[in-house]
């Protein structure tokens, strides 16, 4: 029996409760359903650090599933240690994932893990700081390295896109509204590349392949904060128009 745990979604403003389950299957999906996570392979607490009195630590990882329940990208937010980063990455892509519902449909989803090591416990895996106790919330800051995504107020500078592509007008797109608006939330990693871009809202498919084809070309220059190279979250409005 693989043991599963459905994660937090955010999409389109809904953020739903991350809830344990057992033998989860695409079609136990109902209208309204987060991100699912199937363990197909447990994570191993790696006892060398045991020897180093090392007997607990965490990892912060965003991963990005598309609506067909493919693991598209990962990005390691933040570690205590490298070989507890290590075993998460060599383990996560070997999950399955049950893609999030949104009104009965599946949908592209960014959630941000926390996996909890402790040497006598099978790892823990949480869904943002959010479903931490208060306890968990103190272990985790107490061992914390650079483990969170800043908003743009929170960086040295203002993020400046050195490379921007605007999205097509909507008289080349083919689309059904003449005009019309998407937002767009994505992450600006520490290279300064645009990941996992999610679409909050949009009045057409047309503008939403659009803006998503042109933010993937995007760069900037690289986030930091008190001089440290760090992983930024932004939210950008695109309106299109009739051309004049």
């Known amino acids: 029996m693989h043991s599963t745990l459905r994660c937090l979604l ?6 739903a409760p991350a809830l344990a389950v057992d033998n989860a299957s695409p079609e136990d999906a109902n209208p309204d359903e987060p991100l699912t996570l199937v363990r197909t392979r447990e994570m191993s607490y790696p006892h060398v650090l045991v020897s180093q009195n090392i007997f607990r630590g965490e990892v912060n990882v965003a991963i ?3 609506e067909n329940g493919r693991l ?3 990005l390691l937010i933040g570690y205590t240690h490298s070989l507890f980063a290590k075993e998460v ?3 996560l892509p070997k999950w399955k994932f049950i893609p999030a519902h949104l009104q009965g449909r599946p949908v592209p989803t960014r959630a941000e893990l926390r996996f909890m090591f402790k040497s006598s416990e099978m790892v823990r895996v949480l869904a943002t700081e959010r479903n931490l106790s208060d306890q968990e919330r ?3 800051i107490e061992h914390r390295v650079a483990p969170r995504i800043y908003r743009p107020d929170e960086l040295d500078k203002p993020l ?3 490379v921007e592509i605007m999205p097509s007008s ?3 797109l083919g689309a059904v509204a003449r005009e019309g608006s998407v937002v767009v939330e994505y992450l600006v990693d520490a290279d300064g590349k645009v990941r996992m871009p999610i679409i909050d809202s949009s009045d057409d498919d047309a503008f939403t392949n659009s803006v998503l084809l042109a933010i993937t070309e995007w760069r900037y220059a690289v986030p930091t904060h008190v001089g440290r190279p ?3 979250r932004v939210k950008q409005k695109f309106t299109f128009a009739p051309p004049s």
């Open 230 to 232: 760090v992983i930024a």
């Open 89 to 91: 990455l060599d383990v």
């Open 138 to 140: 103190g272990e985790a």
């Open 72 to 74: 598209l990208d990962w």
């Open 170 to 172: 909507p008289d080349r």
């Open 160 to 162: 400046d896109a050195v």
């Open 64 to 66: 990005w599933v598309d």
């Open 10 to 15: 955010m999409f389109a403003g809904l953020l």
